[in-house]
């Protein structure tokens, strides 16, 4: 997550400034602003974001604002943003509306999420988001096909991850363990109330070392700054 100064002369010429750029990340749907500066090798992180679409900015003096607006962080992710500062003054500004898709540069785990619309829309057994993990590449189911209840612990996690025995995933809710000590899911949140479910078939991050397969994250949504709910109607 290098920032190099100058436009494309430096870059080419390997020239940078080490002097500490701002940079910030504004949900979009609360506003809230999460800050950081680089460090002196040009590095930043901002950690803890909660998914959602952000905006970020950078700026340092001599430099043009730095804006890339629809940023889309996911469950589980940690994306690489590369910011590129360009010379001009403090109230100019670069903006960014269009960038190539961000790429998994950090490990080598495989995955993949189940969105917001699809945890809505898809026809879902037993209204229990966890069973679409089973839709994820590397997943397959091992239970027979059944009435699923949000209570029905192990058949909300009956299936094989990376063709490893069944009930040997790491299942998680915002990140934090949500199984019993059989690999059983221990809560089921309402459909309504998941944001997303993420899941990597094959995740070599040792922040999850008690799985031996894959893990399932079901992120759950967040708030924002206007009043929303849902009604529905099953006969």
Known sequence: MRLPRGG????????????PASVIATAFSTGTRSRTVSDS???YT???LLP???EITAQAQ???LYVRQGLVVAGAEHPVVDIALELGAVSQSADVTEAAPLVNSDNASLGQAVTTKQVEDFPLNGRTPMMLAQLSIGVIATAQPTLVHPFDNSCAANWSTGGLPSQTAELLMDGSPDAIWDGRLAY???QDAVQVVFVKAFDNDAAYSHTASGTANQVLKTGTNG???SMWEFT
Not at 8 to 19: C, K, L, M
């Open 188 to 190: 089921s949140p309402p």
């Open 227 to 229: 009043f929303h709910g």
């Open 8 to 19: 494309p002369a430096a870059s080419r010429n390997q020239r940078y400034d080490r002097s």
């Open 46 to 48: 901002i950690p803890f």
């Open 62 to 64: 001599g430099f043009k």
């Open 52 to 54: 959602g679409t952000y």
């Open 41 to 43: 090798t040009s590095q």
